[in-house]
């Protein structure tokens, strides 16, 4: 993946947890739609392996019920 696309998913996963998702897509969905396949695929082995980065949740913990 270009070092630029994956500056983008960096910063939108920062923006995220900021709750600025509209700033977070602005970022994001331009590099994810110039992308060919195989950074496409790149970008979404990324986001699958970087789910936390996005919600700031350790979905490696279980979560304690009410």
Partial sequence: MRPSTLRALNRAAELTRQN???E???IAEPVILI???YEGAEIR???L???A???GE???EPKELP
Avoid: G, Q, S
């Fill in 45 to 47: 082995r990324w986001l």
């Fill in 35 to 37: 992308a060919d396949e």
């Fill in 53 to 55: 980065d996005f919600t």
């Fill in 49 to 51: 392996d970087h789910v």
């Fill in 20 to 22: 600025r998702l509209t």
């Fill in 58 to 60: 350790n979905h490696d």
């Fill in 24 to 26: 977070a897509m602005l």
